[in-house]
């Protein structure tokens, strides 16, 4: 396994940032990097051990036919969609040398509450773009109708009310050196509860 640019943990996370999944190019992880990226990302807090994730790569492959479902399946829901939207559609799964879809599946059986397996969910699509930073290259989550859609999900084998696409993360390499982005001031964001 290779890191970034540092074996420094904190240097690697400090460094962490988003690139565009339009912006993407060759190459992505190979099959070795993707099954440690993914195994990387399975080591987020679980409540229960239920697993209630799941991921399904879309080869590069397969994106046409893909692309064709999600173009057909939001034709079924916006009729009246004009051609720039059904371009963007067609466009998305275009993205980036690798695309995976991240899908919650909790356990509605089980005690644990929904909101803790799904949140188990958001850190798992969390690691993934660490895991896939760790090893070299740039990853995005992106959600947006895609991942709305219950007949996207179908496809992609949701199979009960409580199963959802959280997401779909793109992973390759930067055709451009990324640049970073203003970042919360901490001040703003945290604070000590003293009681009162």
Do not use: C
């Not at 190459?27 to 993707?34: A, E, K, R, V």
């Not at 773009?129 to 709305?148: K, R, Y």
């Amino acid at each position: 396994m290779m890191l970034n640019d540092t074996s420094s943990p904190l240097v690697l996370l400090r460094s962490r940032r988003s690139g565009k999944a339009r912006d993407m190019v060759a190459p992505g992880p190979d099959s070795t990097q993707l099954a440690d990226i993914i195994a990387i990302a399975t080591r987020v807090p679980d409540h229960g051990k239920l697993a209630p994730w799941r991921i399904i790569e879309v080869p590069f492959a397969a994106r046409e036919r893909f692309a064709a479902m999600l173009v057909a399946a939001y034709r079924t829901e916006k009729p009246s969609a004009g051609r720039l939207e059904i371009e963007a559609i067609d466009a998305f799964p275009r993205q980036a040398p690798t695309m995976l879809a991240l899908l919650s599946t909790p356990n509605t059986a089980s005690h644990i509450p929904l909101w803790e397996q799904q949140l188990s969910a958001g850190a798992m699509a969390m690691q993934l773009l660490n895991a896939a930073h760790a090893h070299g290259f740039v990853a995005n989550w992106l959600t947006g109708w895609p991942a709305a859609s219950q007949a996207v999900a179908a496809t992609l084998g949701a199979n009960a009310a409580d199963e959802r696409i959280i997401g779909f993360i793109f992973i390759g390499t930067p055709a451009t050196p990324l640049e970073e982005r203003p970042r919360p001031d901490i001040d703003s964001i945290a604070s000590v509860w003293d009681g009162n």
